[in-house]
């Protein structure tokens, strides 16, 4: 199928934007600071179709209720939850007793995307506050609606990602009949930046949309919150996620703290276990209150997941073992860990030696914490890049890896990360040097 039907770029040419030199210093200025690669400069966002661009939030929405039942039928309570989850308690130190816990599960995500023939499909789901990229994402959306004449002038249309997260913020304020203020809790040491930007710029923008706001380090958090006896900042937001700042040796015992004296930080940990790969692989493989309109959706944009254990599975129409299946299959299929985060713990078939993949599956079968996943044959956009020197360009393919924001069931904007030059296979910011940028909707011409 050709690539126009998801695929808009062809909207976008040299005359509807500032000489490149000005695009390559806005972007520079707008990411000063933050720490994702900027070369080689991409010269155009990733436009879509209005079609595409719709179904991946449409779709995002109704998967991540679908989701959240998946998880939540298998026990009332977080604890019944992880241990449905296999997972160690210790994974998870930070759940509130009551219904707000579950309310709030889901009110911030950001699915990963991919586009095939068929259009796009949903490979992994990021749930929780500590959904990276929010920050360059509204950044980059600004910088290139600048850069092609203005919002009223540009041939594209976008939301803003952070001013659609604050207005979820007011939202929940009246929802609980809270003061809307709201604590940001966060680590420059996570962000592996050299000064506070990243933070204030966020706090910034819940300024102006109507929220007191102020950022907090976690040591300290409690006392900052708490210290006169009445609780200063009745919402936060919960931009960390704990495996992270374990390995940064940072104790959870204020953030601990700060949650029992009442400060609802959001999303809640149980946000965290919906985003477990294992999830998907249970709602993959069909549950018995889904419908026909349930069932019709995961087939069409979720990717055929599993849970990896030493079992009998039907795939393409056959019973298969699914350990024989992996072994024989190779390169149909990928690897992940189902709490690994930032493209770790992920394996592509087609991108490893046989010894490499065999040795993985048998730790999966074993572990009982990997899903398989049918890989993606993705189909490629058409990127411009500007050269290493002087004004001109250059063209070529990149196999885009789209980021929707979805708070509380609203469209945030769009985030988007791709390799250059061509490249395939484990595409990553932080930890492979995928190029970030943001994708946009096309205007009808």
């Not at 039928?73 to 449905?84: F, L, Q, S």
Request: some cysteine; overall charge negative; proline content about 6%.
């Amino acid at each position: 199928m050709s690539t126009r039907q998801w695929y808009a770029d062809g909207r976008l040419t040299s005359q509807h934007r500032v000489p490149v030199d000005r695009i390559r210093h806005e972007l520079g200025r707008a990411m000063d600071d933050l720490d994702y690669p900027t070369e080689p400069a991409s010269l155009r966002p990733v436009v879509l179709t209005e079609q595409a661009y719709d179904a991946i939030f449409q779709a995002g929405s109704r998967l991540l209720r679908l989701l959240r039942r998946t998880l939540m039928e298998r026990a009332d309570t977080p604890a019944g939850r992880i241990a449905a989850l296999g997972a160690d308690p210790d994974e998870y130190p930070l759940c509130i007793e009551g219904p707000l816990e579950d309310r709030f599960a889901t009110c911030m995500s950001r699915p990963d995307v991919v586009i095939d023939a068929d259009g796009p499909k949903f490979v992994e789901f990021n749930v929780g506050g500590g959904v990276g990229r929010v920050v360059d994402t509204t950044l980059a959306t600004s910088a290139w609606v600048t850069a092609f004449g203005g919002r009223d002038a540009a041939p594209f249309t976008t939301p803003d990602a952070m001013a659609v997260r604050d207005a979820f913020f007011l939202r929940t304020a009246r929802e609980l009949g809270v003061r809307p203020a709201v604590a940001l809790v966060g680590t420059a040491r996570d962000v592996r930046a050299t000064t506070t930007r990243h933070f204030d710029l966020q706090v910034d923008s819940m300024r102006r949309s109507g929220l007191e706001a102020e950022f907090f380090e976690p040591e300290g958090l409690f006392q900052a919150l708490h210290g006169n006896g009445e609780l200063s900042y009745p919402l936060g937001l919960r931009y960390f996620t704990v495996p992270e700042w374990r390995r940064l040796g940072i104790d959870l015992a204020e953030i601990r703290a700060a949650l029992d004296a009442g400060c609802l930080l959001l999303a809640t940990q149980t946000a965290y276990m919906i985003a477990n790969k294992k999830v998907m692989g249970w709602l993959s493989e069909g549950r018995p209150w889904m419908t026909a309109d349930d069932r019709a959706l995961v087939e069409r944009y979720l990717p055929w997941t599993r849970v990896v254990t030493d079992r009998k599975v039907e795939w393409r129409g056959r019973q298969w073992s699914l350990p024989a299946l992996l072994l024989g299959e190779r390169e149909r299929f990928v690897l992940k860990l189902g709490t690994g985060i930032k493209g770790e713990e992920v394996l592509i078939g087609r991108f490893c030696e046989r010894a490499e993949w065999e040795a993985k599956v048998a730790e999966a079968v074993a572990g009982g914490d990997h899903i398989a996943q049918e890989f993606v044959e993705t189909i490629p956009c058409r990127m411009e890049f500007a050269d290493d020197s002087g004004p001109g360009s250059y063209e070529a393919d990149v196999y885009p890896v789209f980021g929707p924001y979805i708070f509380d069931g609203r469209a945030g904007g769009l985030g988007v990360r791709y390799l250059p030059g061509g490249r395939q296979g484990i595409i990553s910011v932080q930890k492979y040097g995928a190029l970030p940028s943001v994708a946009v909707r096309g205007r009808s011409a």
